[in-house]
T-cell receptor, first 113, second 118 residues
Framework: AQSVAQPEDQVNVAEGNPLTVKCTYS??????LFWYVQYPNRGLQFLLK??????LVKGSYGFEAEFNKSQTSFHLKKPSALVSDSALYFC???????????FGSGTKLNVKP | ETGVTQTPRHLVMGMTNKKSLKCEQH?????MYWYKQSAKKPLELMFV???????ENNSVPSRFSPECPNSSHLFLHLHTLQPEDSALYLC?????????????????FGPGTRLTVL
């Protein structure tokens, strides 16, 4: 079945430390991969996407993500976390074979001072 | 601001009420979406409109009725809802799809309507 998995409901990290939010996917065709962030009482905001080309994608607010085809993963990373990064993060994938769009269940990121 | 607005931001309704959610996008996009967001569940895509035509309906109960009068406006009409329909309803828009050609579009979301069904 086509799907997106975010294995962690919550990630806790200290400010200044590197952070990783994990995402794996399962689709039949070539994937287009996205990360979105949702702050409290707000809609989702686009962070970055991978379509083709360089496996390392850089996005907004210093975030980056690495596409790993063999591991079918697209983990979100940031070298140094900020308290203001605390939010809900969603991974999404577009299955180009069936033109379907799938979101993960979200990972809550808590960055503590 | 993302250029996608939703009204109302909060709505409380009884199971016998009829209400409508409104979404408007100011981005010149041609595709619009309704999503349902429930706690600890993946976002559920409900409906997709591309150039005002409904292109996707993911087995949504008929008590939810979408309407897209033009590419900038999207409505979700609600009737005889159930308490389990309580959720955050998100609208999104994207550039849209050309005929036979997939557009690598990014979706832009509104702030959502927090719906509570009593």
């Amino acid at each position: 079945a086509q799907s997106v998995a975010q294995p962690e409901d919550q990630v806790n990290v200290a400010e200044g430390n590197p952070l990783t939010v994990k995402c794996t996917y399962s689709v039949s065709g070539n994937p287009y991969l996205f990360w979105y962030v949702q702050y409290p009482n707000r809609g989702l905001q686009f962070l970055l996407k991978y379509i083709t080309g360089d496996n390392l994608v850089k996005g907004s607010y210093g975030f980056e993500a690495e596409f790993n085809k063999s591991q079918t993963s697209f983990h979100l990373k940031k070298p140094s976390a900020l308290v203001s990064d605390s939010a809900l993060y969603f991974c999404a994938v577009r299955d180009t074979n069936f033109n379907k769009f799938y979101f993960g269940s979200g990972t809550k990121l808590n960055v503590k001072p | 601001e993302t250029g996608v607005t939703q009204t109302p931001r909060h709505l409380v309704m009884g199971m016998t009420n009829k209400k409508s959610l409104k979404c408007e996008q100011h981005l010149g996009h041609n595709a619009m979406y309704w999503y349902k967001q429930s706690a600890k569940k993946p976002l559920e895509l409900m409906f997709v409109y591309n150039f005002k035509e409904q292109t996707e309906n993911n087995s949504v109960p008929s008590r939810f009725s979408p309407e897209c009068p033009n590419s900038s406006h999207l409505f979700l009409h609600l009737h005889t809802l159930q308490p389990e329909d309580s959720a955050l309803y998100l609208c999104a828009s994207s550039q849209g799809e050309g005929t036979g050609l997939l557009v690598r579009d990014t979706q832009y979301f509104g702030p959502g309507t927090r719906l509570t069904v009593l």
